[in-house]
């Protein structure tokens, strides 16, 4: 048999990506975000000093997990490298990047600056590429204010077709909400439906013909729209990915006796 979705698992995720490490988390839940929007503050004041940091497999690129506990179940925090692109020029894009597609996080909370949303949104419309379970944390509303700049988070939330929370992380300020939001995604009782970039029609029409193969591949696992993108960049980086994921699949499989893992 060749290599498919069905030799491949959550199981495997874990291993090859290191998922999350907290022990008896319900959840995993990465923070992504530009540079400088507060992440790491965010990460403190919702983890206090409960981290544990090392580095990204392979990379010299820092990674730091730690928990939070809400309405009494565990949240495995991972705070991924800022970056501006998901498009792996960069070691940080690509753990970032490699992260939020094969590590499948229960939900993604994205932190933007409110002093500079719209090139903060560009991140954001990429990782709503990759994935659903977005919670999009609009972070300095401080600064913002300072500046008399007003955000509409209810219609960013409706255009976005995610859950949005305005928060003043250095100040503990939305932080609850937050982790309401965050929450709903994880469990499953918030859907979503992401705003999703539509390309010209050459390039749809190349999508249309690619996805169905990569669903053979990967099944429901990955975003296979995605993968159709990357795959039509020529992006050489996601291609190995896949491949390590591919043949971990195999290799773990073999080590339990043939039984598939899910
Ligand atoms: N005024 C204000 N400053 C904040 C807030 N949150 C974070 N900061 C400040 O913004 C700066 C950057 O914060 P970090 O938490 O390091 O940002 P980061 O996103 O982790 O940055 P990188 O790891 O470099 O990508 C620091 O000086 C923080 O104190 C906020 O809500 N309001
Ligand atoms: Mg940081």
């Not at 719209?118 to 972070?139: D, G, H, M, P, S």
């Not at 913002?144 to 700049?149: D, G, L, Q, S, V």
């Amino acid at each position: 048999m060749g290599l498919t979705h069905q030799s491949c698992g959550s199981g495997v995720n874990r291993e090859i990506f290191q998922r999350g490490m907290v022990p008896g988390a319900a959840y995993v839940i990465a923070l992504a975000g530009n540079p400088n929007t507060g992440k790491s503050t965010l990460f403190n004041a919702l983890t206090g000093l409960n981290q544990h940091t090392g580095n990204w497999p392979g990379k010299t690129v820092l990674r730091a997990e730690g928990k939070f506990i809400f309405q009494g179940r565990v949240y495995n925090l991972i705070d991924l490298p800022g970056t501006y692109s998901l498009l792996a020029h960069s070691a940080e894009e690509q753990v970032a990047r490699d992260y939020l597609c094969f590590g499948k996080p229960d939900a993604t909370i994205v932190v933007v600056d409110a002093t500079c949303l719209e090139r903060n949104l560009n991140l954001v419309l990429q990782v709503l590429e990759i994935t659903a379970k977005v919670v999009v944390c609009v972070n300095l509303m401080d600064e913002a204010k300072r500046k008399n700049i007003e955000i509409n988070i209810e219609s960013l939330s409706a255009e976005l077709g995610v859950p949005v929370v305005a928060a003043t992380a250095r100040e503990g300020a939305g932080l609850a909400a937050l982790q309401q939001a965050v929450a709903g995604i994880a469990d499953g009782t918030v859907k979503t439906s992401p705003y999703i970039v539509k390309y010209d029609e050459a390039i749809e029409h190349c999508i249309r013909k690619l996805e169905p193969k990569l669903k053979e591949l990967v099944g429901e696992q990955f975003n296979s729209r995605w993968l159709a993108l990357r795959l039509l960049d020529g992006d050489e980086t996601v291609i190995r990915s896949l491949k390590k994921w591919l043949a971990e699949g195999t290799r773990v499989r073999a080590a339990a006796g043939g039984e598939i893992l899910a």
